[in-house]
């Protein structure tokens, strides 16, 4: 069979060529640019040479073989494609592996195979879920480009432990192999057994201790190509994509990068910077052994690969429920990890969110309250009113006190506050008298609790909006208003005139 004669082509190729560059390498000292490796094992980080090699050998294989005409028109020109725009990621990273390449550079790079790519005919013209197909239209190209660039950064970031990059990239390749022969790509089954056979071969080494690493050469390589088979296998038509698919076979790897960008944005550092904190090494960091943690990965990547298989091929009923399910599921897992592997940064986060949101809705509540006040305060028949007002409605606008009185007057010193709060509360002074003659005019005097920011600009606010209304009475006519329901009229023994509850 085809496939199977690609596949062994490629793994075979890797599991000679593989020791041959690592003998090699360290006999001429090429190790890799280093990142932080220790003096007593310095391994070499070039494994994209033997990996594009065994990969090239499978996919000549595969045009030179029986049978490749079977995947329709045009297959030489899919493998030219895929191999020469790979082929350039695959030089962009092995110079970044022994230059260490600007970003600014690589980016630029990484955008021009990706372009190769959609000169050739990888484009993503349409997009399938749920039985339903989008047309991108003019968003095809930069939807490609987002694509490929996204799929390649983030399978390179999560290259953190032996054999971690090389096994998912392994299982991301199953499963697309396994949905291209559904549809019938035979070219992309090809492919993906070429690059699979490759990475087989190449986990010989790489796992745990490993011998040579993917480095930028191999994982930028690895990462373009499942961006670019994952979709392509998943093609239902010319326009159409199974977008289920690839987006879950890669979902791991997408996750990774997207938690650590959200992290990295609240802990204030560079968001394209790099740290030890991504889900690997938090697996380390709460006990879990290198293998487990590299096994776990394994698994919790199949499973993913396995939900878009389902989402995209199941019967409507199935996919209802696996959707629904998986959705929950994966609340609940992430919930739980971020606790679990000590992501912090969005705990915390999530407390300011939940106490952030319970406070602007009660400030918002305090404001409508201080509006219907300044109503009733409208229609005050002496100071006294306006006094035993404010102190009724005190406790509702969320402060401790609120009075109008003299400037120079010793009326709401902080001793009228109950002593569990007096020593941490805070007093604001608004006039209420503008521009006036006396020389000891009338001002607004509040305590306030303030145990954030928030608080204090909405007791800010509320004595703004009090102070104003008190001011409209001093200068203006006393226009008898309805009273709005929950404010207290002021308790000063028999009601004043024309006041009604």
Same mark, same amino acid.
């Given at each position: 069979?085809?496939?199977?004669?690609?596949?062994? #082509?490629?793994?075979?190729?890797?599991?000679?060529?593989?020791?041959?560059?690592? @003998?090699?390498?360290?006999?001429?000292?090429? %190790?890799?640019? &280093? @990142?932080?490796?220790?003096?007593? !094992?310095?391994?070499? @980080?070039?494994?994209?040479?033997?990996?594009?090699?065994?990969?090239?050998?499978?996919?000549?294989?595969?045009?030179?073989?029986?049978?490749?005409?079977?995947?329709?028109?045009?297959?030489?020109?899919?493998?030219? +494609?895929?191999?020469?725009?790979?082929?350039?990621?695959?030089?962009?990273?092995?110079?970044?592996?022994? %230059?260490?390449?600007?970003?600014?550079?690589?980016?630029?790079?990484?955008?021009?195979?990706?372009?190769?790519? %959609?000169?050739?005919?990888?484009?993503?013209?349409?997009?399938?879920?749920?039985?339903?197909?989008?047309?991108?239209?003019?968003?095809?190209?930069?939807?490609?480009?987002?694509?490929?660039?996204?799929?390649?950064?983030?399978?390179?970031?999560?290259?953190?432990?032996?054999?971690?990059?090389?096994?998912?990239?392994?299982?991301?390749?199953?499963?697309?192999?396994?949905?291209?022969?559904?549809? =019938?790509?035979?070219?992309?089954?090809?492919?993906?057994?070429?690059?699979?056979?490759?990475?087989?071969?190449?986990?010989?080494?790489?796992?745990?201790?490993?011998?040579?690493?993917?480095?930028?050469?191999?994982?930028?390589?690895?990462?373009?190509?499942?961006?670019?088979?994952?979709?392509? =296998?998943?093609?239902?038509?010319?326009?159409?994509?199974?977008?289920?698919? $690839?987006?879950?076979?890669?979902?791991?790897?997408?996750?990774?990068?997207?938690?650590?960008?959200? @992290?990295?944005?609240?802990? +204030?550092?560079?968001?394209?910077?790099?740290?030890?904190?991504?889900?690997?090494?938090?697996?380390?960091?709460?006990?879990?052994?290198?293998?487990?943690?590299?096994?776990?990965? %394994?698994?919790?990547?199949?499973?993913?690969?396995?939900?878009? #298989?389902?989402?995209?091929?199941?019967?409507?009923?199935?996919?209802?429920?696996?959707?629904?399910?998986?959705?929950?599921?994966?609340? &609940?897992?992430?919930?739980?990890?971020?606790?679990?592997?000590?992501?912090?940064?969005?705990?915390?986060?999530?407390? #300011?969110?939940?106490?952030?949101?319970?406070?602007?809705?009660?400030?918002? !509540?305090?404001?409508?309250?201080? !509006?219907?006040?300044?109503?009733?305060?409208?229609?005050?028949?002496?100071?006294?009113?306006?006094?035993?007002?404010?102190?009724?409605?005190?406790?509702?606008?969320?402060?401790?006190?609120?009075?109008?009185?003299?400037?120079?007057?010793?009326?709401?010193?902080?001793?009228?506050?109950?002593?569990?709060?007096?020593?941490?509360?805070?007093?604001?002074?608004?006039?209420?008298?503008?521009?006036?003659?006396?020389?000891?005019?009338?001002?607004? !005097? &509040?305590?306030?609790?303030?145990?954030?920011?928030?608080?204090?600009?909405?007791?800010?606010?509320?004595?703004?909006?009090?102070?104003?209304?008190?001011?409209?009475?001093?200068?203006?006519?006393?226009?008898?208003?309805?009273?709005?329901?929950?404010?207290?009229?002021?308790?000063?023994?028999?009601? $004043?005139?024309?006041?009604?509850?």
């Amino acid at each position: 069979m085809p496939i199977l004669l690609v596949f062994a #082509v490629a793994a075979l190729a890797a599991l000679l060529v593989t020791p041959a560059v690592v @003998r090699v390498v360290t006999a001429h000292g090429l %190790y890799g640019h &280093v @990142r932080g490796d220790s003096p007593a !094992r310095r391994v070499p @980080r070039l494994g994209g040479i033997p990996v594009w090699l065994a990969t090239s050998a499978g996919i000549v294989a595969a045009v030179l073989g029986p049978g490749v005409n079977a995947g329709g028109a045009g297959p030489d020109r899919f493998f030219v +494609g895929v191999l020469l725009a790979g082929s350039l990621m695959f030089a962009v990273g092995l110079l970044d592996d022994l %230059y260490n390449l600007r970003p600014s550079a690589k980016l630029l790079a990484q955008c021009t195979a990706a372009v190769v790519a %959609y000169a050739c005919g990888f484009r993503i013209d349409g997009i399938t879920f749920a039985g339903a197909t989008l047309d991108t239209a003019a968003l095809a190209l930069p939807l490609t480009l987002l694509w490929i660039v996204g799929v390649t950064n983030a399978f390179n970031l999560i290259d953190g432990l032996d054999g971690l990059a090389t096994g998912i990239g392994l299982v991301a390749l199953c499963t697309t192999l396994a949905v291209a022969l559904m549809l =019938g790509n035979l070219e992309v089954a090809m492919a993906c057994a070429a690059l699979g056979g490759a990475l087989l071969g190449f986990l010989r080494y790489n796992f745990r201790p490993a011998r040579i690493f993917l480095g930028d050469s191999g994982s930028m390589f690895v990462g373009f190509m499942l961006a670019v088979l994952s979709v392509h =296998g998943s093609t239902k038509s010319a326009a159409a994509v199974l977008v289920a698919v $690839p987006v879950l076979v890669l979902a791991l790897p997408i996750m990774d990068t997207l938690l650590a960008i959200v @992290r990295r944005w609240l802990r +204030g550092t560079p968001v394209f910077g790099a740290d030890e904190r991504h889900l690997h090494h938090r697996l380390l960091a709460v006990g879990v052994t290198h293998v487990r943690a590299v096994v776990l990965m %394994y698994l919790l990547a199949a499973a993913l690969a396995i939900f878009g #298989v389902l989402l995209a091929f199941g019967p409507p009923s199935l996919v209802a429920a696996v959707a629904l399910g998986g959705a929950a599921l994966s609340i &609940v897992l992430l919930l739980a990890g971020i606790k679990l592997l000590g992501y912090y940064e969005f705990v915390e986060a999530g407390a #300011v969110l939940h106490s952030g949101m319970r406070g602007i809705r009660q400030s918002i !509540r305090d404001q409508i309250h201080a !509006r219907d006040v300044a109503q009733v305060l409208a229609r005050a028949e002496s100071i006294e009113h306006i006094e035993a007002i404010l102190g009724d409605n005190a406790e509702g606008l969320g402060l401790l006190y609120a009075t109008v009185c003299r400037e120079s007057s010793p009326v709401g010193a902080r001793s009228v506050l109950p002593g569990t709060v007096a020593a941490g509360a805070w007093k604001l002074e608004c006039p209420v008298e503008l521009n006036h003659p006396n020389a000891d005019p009338y001002v607004l !005097r &509040v305590w306030t609790e303030a145990p954030d920011d928030l608080r204090l600009l909405t007791a800010d606010r509320t004595a703004r909006v009090l102070a104003a209304a008190v001011r409209g009475w001093l200068t203006g006519p006393r226009t008898p208003l309805p009273a709005p329901g929950g404010v207290s009229l002021g308790h000063l023994g028999p009601a $004043p005139s024309g006041a009604s509850a």
